[in-house]
T-cell receptor
């Protein structure tokens, strides 16, 4: 059975701190892994990772995938209160329809 | 910008009622998805559709059905609502060529009494 585990479940940090979020997965026919940010409502797309060891960056956010050890990390540097959200990881298999298997998410709270 | 809209933000229904949740996207996307989100469980896929009148079961289809009569509209139907269907329901769409990059609607929080 496919499994996606995110850790920690939640964390509280001060503005300016760096956070590292973990996503480990066991899915059949893995193809790619996506990260989403969910604030009050709809998840919004952050990254899609397909290759091991290649870091993707977007501003203060970066992410990397390890297909051998079956995990991904999402880093947020110099955190701001606007980074407060639930961060979801979702591996995708090789099926044609883009079906995603979401983890339960990590809730990040950034305090001023 | 892709826009995915859902007919209601909040909905309160009684056990046994038939419930319709509507989702509309304006980007001509082929794929559409219905998820439910519960604390500690993440998003779980109920049904998805890759074309008009086509549908596929997701991981938790029991108690739900769907309808896709037009490309832009994907409806989720609870035939006889039960209290364990109280949840946040999220609709998403994606383009055929990049199906994994899904754009989400704002969600409908459904309470079944």
């Amino acid at each position: 059975e496919d499994k996606v585990v995110q850790s920690p479940l939640s964390l509280v940090v001060h503005e300016g701190d760096t956070v590292t979020l973990n996503c480990s997965y066991e899915v059949t026919n893995f193809r790619s892994l996506l990260w989403y940010k969910q604030e009050k409502k709809a998840p919004t797309f952050l990254f899609m990772l397909t290759s091991s060891g290649i870091e993707k960056k977007s501003g203060r956010l970066s992410s990397i995938l390890d297909k051998k050890e079956l995990f991904s990390i999402l880093n947020i540097t110099a955190t701001q209160t606007g980074d407060s959200a639930v961060y979801l990881c979702a591996p995708r298999t090789t099926d044609s329809w883009g079906k995603l298997q979401f983890g339960a998410g990590t809730q990040v709270v950034v305090t001023p | 910008d892709v826009k995915v809209t859902q007919s209601s933000r909040y909905l309160v229904k009684r056990t046994g009622e038939k419930v319709f949740l509507e989702c509309v996207q304006d980007m001509d996307h082929e794929n559409m998805f219905w998820y439910r989100q519960d604390p500690g469980l993440g998003l779980r896929l109920i049904y998805f559709s890759y074309d008009v009148k086509m549908k596929e079961k997701g991981d938790i289809p029991e108690g739900y059905s769907v309808s896709r009569e037009k490309k832009e509209r994907f409806s989720l139907i609870l035939e006889s609502a039960s209290t364990n269907q109280t949840s946040m329901y999220l609709c998403a769409s994606s383009v055929l060529g990049v199906p994994e990059t899904q754009y989400f609607g704002p969600g409908t929080r459904l309470l079944v009494l």
